[in-house]
């Protein structure tokens, strides 16, 4: 694949490169559901990655791309400057289409807030126990490192681009949100990723399952994006839930 999609990086006409391009980030989201940034997309076509950064926002210009800023490996703690990400039109909008789907769905099965929290919440808790499935190789750690670093490799691969607010702590700032553009008309997201977070914490590791763990998670709560705490039985934050 990289070496027909190199041979279409030696086209110099920019409408023909961009055509290539744009054929390409539709090919990687149907294969791996994500997008690309512009260093892979210069590797891949053989040129420098300034010059694919150009043509991928002339794509975002034309309504062919969109952008978005995630962590830069996918897995890193917030060190440096997040990565964009360049993703097909298509894929942002089958993505945001199904979102509010499911929450006008569960919105119109709950039309009270309580239950309808209540179930964001258990939905949220089942996301979140079956992404601590997938890191079951913390569970031997240190509590602190386990819990924190299993906060910190899942939320960033999700693309929340997560930073510590505190050196060696576990209070954290998601500074980007895959989902921010549907939060508004369905807050429920929020209490939905809460319970996701709950989910992941409690299942991550034995040494957090025998203590309780108690989360804080305030959406847009700074211009860093959102504040999310967790805390075991010895450092309880005051409240579970400030939306």
Same mark, same amino acid.
């Given at each position: ?127 979140? /126990? *079956? ?11 240190? =509590? $602190? +490192?386990?819990?924190?670093?299993? @906060? ?53 590791? /034995? *040494? ?11 959406? =847009? $709560? +700074?211009?860093?994006?959102?504040? @999310? ?15």
């Amino acid at each position: 694949m990289s070496q027909e999609f190199q041979a279409h990086g030696k086209r110099r006409s920019g409408e023909e490169i961009r055509s290539a391009i744009l054929d390409y980030l539709h090919m990687a989201a149907e294969q791996t559901g994500t997008g690309l940034t512009a260093q892979q997309i210069g590797k891949a076509f053989d040129i420098h990655p300034t010059t694919a950064r150009f043509h991928l926002e002339r794509l975002v210009e034309q309504g062919e791309a969109v952008r978005q800023r995630k962590d830069s490996d996918g897995q890193s703690t917030g060190r440096g400057r997040p990565a964009v990400i360049y993703s097909p039109t298509f894929m942002n909008r089958v993505r945001e289409d199904m979102i509010s789907s499911l929450c006008m769905a569960l919105e119109t099965a709950c039309p009270d807030t309580d239950s309808r929290d209540r179930a964001a919440l258990k939905a949220g808790q089942v996301w979140g /126990r *079956a992404l601590a499935r997938r890191s079951r190789g913390n569970a031997e750690k240190d =509590l $602190s +490192s386990s819990m924190t670093q299993t @906060l910190l490799d899942t939320l960033a691969t999700l693309g929340f681009a997560p930073v510590t607010a505190e050196p060696d702590s576990s209070s954290l700032y998601l500074t980007s949100c895959p989902f921010l553009d549907s939060v508004n008309a369905h807050p429920i997201i929020c209490t939905i990723h809460l319970g996701m977070v709950q989910g992941l914490v409690e299942n991550s590791s /034995r *040494a957090v399952k025998n203590k309780k763990a108690s989360i804080l998670l305030t959406p =847009l $709560s +700074s211009p860093k994006g959102c504040f @999310l705490k967790v805390a075991t039985a010895d450092n309880q934050p005051r409240r579970s839930l400030n939306q």
